[in-house]
């Protein structure tokens, strides 16, 4: 699973972008200062971080600058108030991917930190496969043997997790907790609805029920 490291000092904000991230099936950790910021990025155990530049304890561009100079080539999408041109350039110009200001839409914040996983990857695959079953993730359709088929938001998501894990048992917590974020129900059945959906949809036969444990993306 893609690993983002958040570094953002204000709760309200990281948890926002935590929660964001992880519903839509990556793993998130969150730290509050620049030394952290640095100390994770040189790990090596993440693939892109979030970065806030008005940390406690140190800006934000020194924590690029010393990650940069210690050899750390961490994808990093500044994350900031800061809305002059000259910061801008700046994030840039040290070694930042992209730069996004305050106040922003999630939407736009997810499809930069995907494009930067593609490009970060030389060119990961835009379309997933499982057998004749692919989804787009540029044009967010599904398409079989059967055809093309238009995709709600919820159901692109719930089947881009099945096309990620494909041939993993996924329970309905496990879903939920991607799909749907900080806000579903446990006792909710809502799982079960977008599955019958998407059966419907594409086709009965990728979904597998595994009884007591969840949902299995078969093909």
């Given at each position: 699973?893609?690993?983002?490291?958040?570094?953002?000092?204000?709760?309200?904000?990281?948890?926002?972008?935590?929660?964001?991230?992880?519903?839509?099936?990556?793993?998130?950790?969150?730290?509050?200062?620049?030394?952290?910021?640095?100390d994770y990025a040189l790990t090596g155990g993440f693939d892109l971080m979030v970065l806030d530049l008005g940390l406690p304890d140190e800006d934000g561009f020194s924590v690029l600058r010393r990650?940069?100079?210690?050899?750390?080539?961490?994808?990093?999408?500044?994350?900031?108030?800061?809305?002059?041109?000259?910061?801008?350039?700046?994030?840039?110009?040290?070694?930042?991917?992209?730069?996004?200001?305050?106040?922003?839409?999630?939407?736009?914040?997810?499809?930069?930190?995907?494009?930067?996983?593609?490009?970060?990857?030389?060119?990961?695959?835009?379309?997933?496969?499982?057998?004749?079953?692919?989804?787009?993730?540029?044009?967010?359709?599904?398409?079989?043997?059967?055809?093309?088929?238009?995709?709600?938001?919820?159901?692109?998501?719930?089947?881009?997790?099945?096309?990620?894990?494909h041939g993993q048992v996924l329970s309905r917590q496990q879903i939920l907790s991607q799909v749907w974020g900080y806000d579903y129900d446990p006792g909710s059945n809502v799982v079960d609805v977008?599955?019958?959906?998407?059966?419907?949809?594409?086709?009965?036969?990728?979904?597998?029920?595994?009884?007591?444990?969840?949902?299995?993306?078969?093909?």
């Open positions: 699973m893609t690993s983002i490291l958040i570094a953002e000092d204000e709760d309200r904000i990281s948890s926002f972008v935590r929660k964001g991230l992880t519903a839509n099936g990556f793993a998130t950790t969150v730290v509050t200062t620049g030394r952290d910021a640095v990650m940069r100079e210690m050899g750390s080539d961490l994808p990093v999408v500044i994350l900031t108030a800061r809305d002059g041109v000259r910061d801008t350039v700046t994030g840039l110009e040290i070694g930042a991917d992209d730069y996004m200001t305050k106040p922003f839409r999630f939407e736009e914040l997810l499809a930069r930190v995907r494009l930067r996983m593609r490009t970060d990857r030389g060119g990961e695959a835009t379309v997933l496969r499982a057998g004749d079953l692919a989804l787009d993730l540029r044009t967010r359709r599904a398409s079989t043997d059967g055809g093309t088929v238009d995709l709600t938001a919820r159901e692109f998501a719930l089947l881009e997790m099945f096309l990620r894990h977008y599955i019958r959906a998407l059966r419907k949809k594409i086709g009965g036969r990728y979904f597998e029920t595994v009884r007591g444990m969840g949902y299995r993306l078969a093909g």
